[in-house]
């Protein structure tokens, strides 16, 4: 049996698994991140959790064929450098040098949606699929590429950031000083920028309900309070989920896979919006439906993050 392990190295948490080449994790291994702690602290907090998964499974260094890291920001695989990280603070370090100096085993390094992407291509929602997108929605908008069987990430440059492309130009503010992107309209702190205005417009809707009880508007609220039939929550999940269908569109015709994976917690919502989505794609693609890609509910939930983390050797 060969072995592998993933990190998920996050703003927060890191999380580390022992992967099977079945892509299933064997033993987990987690702690708080404290990247204000310094970039010494958190390589030796991930080194201790890899040495802690080799205890727990019996393992020695020499059994486990690679180490893999998703990390959030500017992942460069040519040198295995964090070019540029702003959640943990890093600017050009040297992740996969050091990681593998401590634990003596290779190491490989990506972007997070990248490597939650290539676990849901190798065991989740896109195992019978050659190629595909996924699109992660949360407070902001991540993207992962997987072409022809390999992760889209280029030596020397930036994984995909499809949530900084332009929807609206010249529309609201994104985080990252540009006008419209994607992110600015179909993320969940978009959703809820509008719900608030929606709900100071309109005292009498339910969304200005739920803030009178002292309930801040989140994006699950939201699409619950359009669910029971609130005419202006109703308009703004319309136009929500609108607005994303043709941003698949827009991904549908840059890359021409055959599926796009929902990540994020907005992947709960299930077969009903991953339906509407498709109707929306064919609608708006230049091919229409003989190319449209299907549209499916990311299934692997945290854990393709550090599955695809895992499997980054195989398949960079
Ligand atoms: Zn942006």
């Known amino acids: 049996m060969k072995y592998t392990i993933g990190i998920d190295l996050g703003g927060t948490n890191i999380v580390a698994g022992l992967v099977n080449e079945k892509g299933e994790i064997l033993e987990k291994a987690a702690a708080k991140t404290q990247s204000e702690k310094g970039f010494a602290f958190v390589t030796e907090l991930m080194a201790q ?9 019996k393992l020695t260094p020499a059994e486990v064929s690679s180490i893999g890291i998703g990390s959030p920001g500017t992942a460069d695989k040519s040198t295995g450098n964090i070019i540029f990280s702003n959640n943990l603070g890093w600017h050009d370090v040297p992740l996969v040098s050091t990681i ?6 290779d190491t490989y ?21 050659n190629s595909m997108v996924m699109i992660t929605i949360g407070t902001g908008v991540g993207s992962g590429v997987v072409l022809d069987g390999k992760l889209f990430a280029p030596a020397g440059s930036s994984a995909t950031e499809l949530g900084h492309t332009t929807l609206i130009a010249g529309g609201e ?18 959703l809820i920028r ?30 619950d309070c359009a669910k029971e039939g609130d005419a202006v929550a109703k308009e703004l999940v319309n136009r929500f989920i609108d607005l994303m269908g043709q941003f698949f569109a827009n991904v549908g015709n ?19 919006l991953a339906d509407r989505l498709r109707e929306i794609v064919v609608r708006e693609m230049y091919v229409g439906e003989r ?6 509910m990311a299934t692997l939930g945290n854990d393709a993050g550090v599955i695809g983390a895992a499997m980054l050797e195989q398949y960079q």
């Open 109 to 129: 390094v990506a972007n997070d949606a990248d490597c939650a992407a290539l676990g849901e291509f190798a065991v989740g929602a896109g195992k019978k699929y």
């Open 100 to 105: 593998k100096e401590k634990t003596g085993i």
């Open 291 to 296: 190319f449209a890609p299907a549209i499916a």
């Open 173 to 190: 503010s994104c985080t990252c000083g540009r006008k419209g992107c994607v992110e600015a309209y179909v993320s969940f702190s978009a």
């Open 254 to 272: 840059s890359f021409g896979v055959k599926l796009i994976v929902v990540g994020g917690g907005i992947s709960k919502e299930g077969q009903w």
């Open 194 to 223: 509008d719900g608030n205005r929606a709900a100071d417009a309109h005292p009498e809707s339910m969304l200005a309900e739920l803030r009178a009880k002292g309930q801040a508007l989140n994006g699950k609220n939201i699409f």
């Open 49 to 57: 959790l890899v040495k802690e998964l080799l205890t727990r499974a």
